[in-house]
């Protein structure tokens, strides 16, 4: 079986004309000290990407148990490979985003099985209304439902986005994609998930 | 083609505001000439990120942060300077206080926890943080000679409920603290408490495969269980029995600090793990006599390696002092 190259699986190349910025001064230096195995700045890098590492994941599989085990397994694989990490390439967070995609993709590729999402993680904190609860569900169900009818690089444009919480710039250097393009894939994802969702009035 | 990109533009500039919790109508505000285009696809855009604010399990932080921690151990980690050490300290205090706001409760709740229980992992993992986040070596030996105690204690709840997986794994662990120990206190040269030869903090992720070593062939199950010879070090007429916690904060300031202050630190270290020592391994042996047969076997081991551990630490100790 040959090694899938996950990125193209999406239909996205990664352009030169994106080399080049690397992060600021401190999460440069905290990436070199990661490099160097610094238990803190390892641990730091964690923290400061789990949740939205999981979010990706759980967004884009909609499994919470499988989610959880490709996030620790990104972590693993992210410390095993942080010393070939070059912030010319691209930044931290794009990189390690390639390695949840890469779960991502090897995962869907062993199991086609339909997802289903676990509304019971999906509402975020504090919600002690049942009612609220109930009909927050069904509209995350409706959403996630929507993602699912996107193209691949749409998908993973709003997952990027809006679970991992990347900034426009950060998704074009994880996707091989200028700026431009992200944006005008983000607009078109935006508008047909409008459409999909059954709100009149796209723009 | 333009406009487009130009709409592109703010549609994005207004998206990256309400991922920031503004509301819609505050951008709508921003730019009047597109609301009505804006409106809908920002409403969607609201929707879309509520449905992607999916928050991982408290307790899936917690193990996957204590298996990431295991995983960061193994590395074997590069030597530190004086000056790495520090920024290594400060930055290790932001991020710790992180973990432990964010799991407070989940922390307060492991406390208590057994190995046979689902917090256990969080109990291992706030112990290995507190280690991370102590500077000196005579501390970080309080805390294993803490540890080893709470290890102890676990052999024997665990012998007890007859679970001898359990009493295999955490001898494991107490042993590996009676290293560290051992290794922490070692003699490295007169006055010499902070420099060389410190040891990271053990770690032993909760379900791990541990592989006992051969433990010597027994008669019977009720065979004499193995008699540690304990050398219990000289106790110095002041120093309290277990306060080994709460004047020794000052020694982690610097490598010079008074040689008094030291000394008698030391000391009521060696008081600690000496009666520690006698201690354990008579609870452990007290034990045996009514544990189940099952985990006889595996009792006689945990007492083996406790008292073998024990007197690595205390014959270290007493070389110290000299």
Known sequence: MHRVTPWLQAGIKKSPALEGSCQVQSEQSLIRRAQQRDQVALTQLYEENFDRIYRYIVFKIGDRTEAEDMTQQVFLNAIQSISSYNCKGMPFSSWLYRIAHNQVVDHLRRKSRRITVPLDESISANEDDPKHVAEQKIEIEEVVAAVKGLTRAQQEVISLRFAGQLSVMEVAKAMGKSEGAVKAMQHGAIAALRKALGKVGVA | ?322
């Open chain 2, 1 to 322: 083609m333009k406009r487009m990109r130009e709409f592109d533009d703010i549609l994005n500039k207004c998206i990256d505001r309400v991922l920031k919790g503004e509301s819609v109508e505050a951008c709508l505000a921003a730019f009047p000439e597109h609301a009505a285009e804006l409106e809908p696809l920002l409403r969607t855009a609201v929707d879309t990120r509520k449905a992607a604010a999916i928050l991982p399990r408290q307790e899936f932080r917690q193990r996957t942060g204590y298996e990431f921690q295991a995983a960061i151990r193994n590395m074997k980690p590069n030597k530190s300077g004086f000056f790495r050490r520090q920024l290594r300290w400060v930055t290790a205090v932001s991020v710790v206080v992180v973990v432990l706001l964010a799991g407070s409760g989940t922390v307060a709740a492991s406390a208590n926890s057994m190995p046979d229980q689902s917090l256990y992992g969080v109990k291992l993992f706030t112990e290995e943080v507190r280690l991370v986040l102590t500077s000196s070596e005579l501390e970080k030996a309080e805390l294993y000679t803490k540890y080893t105690d709470t290890r102890v204690n676990e052999i024997i709840k665990m012998a007890d409920k007859g679970d001898v997986e359990q009493v295999v794994k955490t001898t494991e662990r107490m042993n590996n603290n009676l290293k560290a120990i051992a290794k922490l206190i070692q003699p490295v040269g007169e006055g010499d408490i902070a420099a060389e030869g410190v040891p990271e903090p053990l770690l032993v992720a909760p379900g791990t495969a541990v592989t006992p070593t051969p433990t010597p062939a027994q008669g019977n199950t009720t065979a004499k269980a193995p008699t540690a010879t304990l050398k219990t070090a000289p106790v110095p007429a002041t120093a309290p029995a277990r306060a080994v916690t709460s004047n020794n904060s000052k020694l982690a300031v610097t490598a010079k600090a008074d040689v008094t202050t030291k000394a008698n630190a030391q000391a009521r270290l060696n008081t600690t793990v000496s009666n520690q020592a006698v201690k354990n391994t008579q609870d452990l042996q007290e034990t045996l006599k009514t544990a189940p047969d099952s985990v006889k076997q595996a009792l006689e081991k945990a007492i083996e390696v406790a008292g073998k551990g024990y007197e690595e630490a205390l014959k270290n100790t007493a070389q110290k002092k000299k």
